[in-house]
């Protein structure tokens, strides 16, 4: 039986990725292993969205060319370090196949073909069908062929891993925004989005098997326009999507209880995606809502095409209409030219906004962009800027938890308790985690828990 052994680097649309090629090899009887180093095909999913990311990679790359060459018997292969590889070849050489897909396999494309020559396949954005022709090749012991990379994108089909509660499901890919630090509208190319009907059918299939969460996926999901099929010619927006997907769930019984959704652009937030929320109770009460930035000034050199002020009546709208909403974001500090007042002004709009969770970074030029060629300022300055923030969303993150000690939730449970085995483990609708006593029949089913304790950033709970 060949084994197939995936590295998967990036977004959440990444992970979406190497998880339905991963549906191939399982179709096909392939067995996945748990080491590179005695797998017959290897799989590096990549991410360009920092340098430092590809930095890894590339890092990556040179041990993968080591252990092709221990695998291939070739002499002078060192095995040092690769000790279980040199193991599995005592009895001769035991060839493993690379494959590189994802965004640098998209931006590097030719360099990768002609400077990296041990990479067996290089499957950019675009070719990913390819992969089934790829396994027939291994399997049947063929030499590598090329790969047409003029081709147009295609949706894979699945997405979830095998016995999974929640996955990932994309709906559109590209970006048209050109945010002026994002390489991805550079390596992912123009906006594309899933007719209506491929999706609805990727959900019905979703819920044969274990998934109870779905988290619709796409660069900026609220520019999604697609067509109820792919050969009608209507338009359906995001907030007719979301009506459309809450109506199916509903017209079908399905056991899918929540639909998430990441990442909004706020320029793009409409009223009716609100509305489709507030009156949908399967679109899960919570926001994931990137700010990047609390100064005009800077959202303005970051080309977001929104102002704070437009933002902070966003938020506005959308707890009005929501009162339980749970609200997440992105912030970046220490852009080119950012200020002292600008930083009070993130500060200022995150004690307005009171963000449940927020990813928060420094900002790292990313080349080929048109910041990475601004004045940067000092490593230093960006990463006390941030400091600030994180010290702060740590105050908001408990106070907005704690508020919510004592209430009974619905909780999707997800598996047993990593620190106390006699626990389960779930998470609420506002993408909580809790942990509480119950009989493990419950694993992967929707309970009622009562909220009686906030320990860290996790709930602990009784179950009702
Ligand atoms: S919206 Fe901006 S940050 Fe997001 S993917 Fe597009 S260009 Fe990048």
């Known amino acids: 039986m060949k084994t197939y052994f995936f590295e998967t680097y990036g977004c959440e649309m990444n992970i979406a990725e190497s998880a339905a090629v991963e549906q191939l090899f399982i179709a ?36 993968f060319s080591g252990l092709k060459a221990v695998r291939e018997c070739r002499p002078g292969a060192k095995a040092k370090m690769l000790e279980e590889a040199a193991e599995y ?155 459309k997907i809450a109506d199916h769930l509903r017209d079908t019984s399905s056991p899918i209880k929540w639909v998430r959704f990441m990442s909004s652009h706020p320029k793009d937030f409409s009223d009716d995606v609100i509305d489709v929320i507030a009156r949908e109770p399967v679109i899960c009460r919570h926001i994931h809502l990137p700010v990047q930035n609390g100064s005009t000034a800077v959202l303005k050199a970051m080309n977001r095409r929104y102002t704070r002020e437009q933002y902070l009546e966003l938020v506005g709208r959308i707890k009005a209409r929501i009162p339980e909403v749970s609200l997440t974001t992105d912030i970046m500090m220490g852009f080119p030219g950012e200020t002292e007042a600008d930083v009070e002004d993130t500060l200022d709009l995150m004690r307005q906004v009171k963000y449940e969770s927020a990813m928060m970074y420094f900002y790292n030029p990313r080349e080929g962009t048109p910041a990475a060629k601004m004045e940067q300022l000092p490593v230093e300055v960006r990463k006390e800027r941030l400091q600030r923030v994180i010290d702060l969303q740590l105050e908001h993150t408990h106070e907005q938890m704690s508020k919510r000690v004592g209430s009974t939730v619905m909780v999707l449970v997800e598996g047993v308790s990593r620190d106390d085995k006699t626990e389960l483990l779930g998470q ?36 009702q």
């Open 89 to 243: 070849v005592r009895d001769g050489a035991k060839p493993l196949t690379l494959v590189v897909m994802g965004c640098m396999a998209e931006r590097l494309l030719q360099s990768f073909q002609k400077d990296y020559p041990f990479i067996d396949y290089v499957v950019g954005t675009y070719a990913k069908h390819h992969f089934a022709e790829i396994i027939s090749a291994v399997e049947e012991g063929r030499k590598p062929f090329q790969i047409d990379d003029s081709e147009q994108y295609r949706f894979a089909s699945i997405s979830a891993e095998p016995g999974a509660f929640s996955t990932f499901v994309p709906i559109m890919h590209g970006c048209n925004n050109f945010c002026t630090y994002c390489i991805v509208p550079y390596v992912r190319g123009r906006e594309l989005s899933r007719p209506v009907d491929e999706i609805l059918n990727e959900i019905d299939l979703l819920g044969k098997m274990k998934v109870r969460e779905i988290t619709l996926i796409g660069q900026n999901v609220n520019s999604y326009h697609g067509t109820s099929t792919k050969a009608s010619a209507d338009d359906v927006n995001f907030a007719g999507l979301l009506q």
């Open 28 to 63: 096909r009887g392939w067995k996945k292993s748990e080491s590179a180093q005695t797998a017959d095909l290897a799989v590096i999913n990549t991410c360009s969205i920092r340098e430092t990311a590809e930095n890894r990679i590339l890092g990556r790359l040179g041990w």
């Open 428 to 463: 609420t609708e506002q993408h909580e985690k809790i942990a509480f006593k119950a009989d493990k029949s419950k694993i992967g089913s929707f309970v009622n828990v009562k909220i009686t304790e906030l320990s860290g950033n996790t709930f602990r709970g009784e179950l």
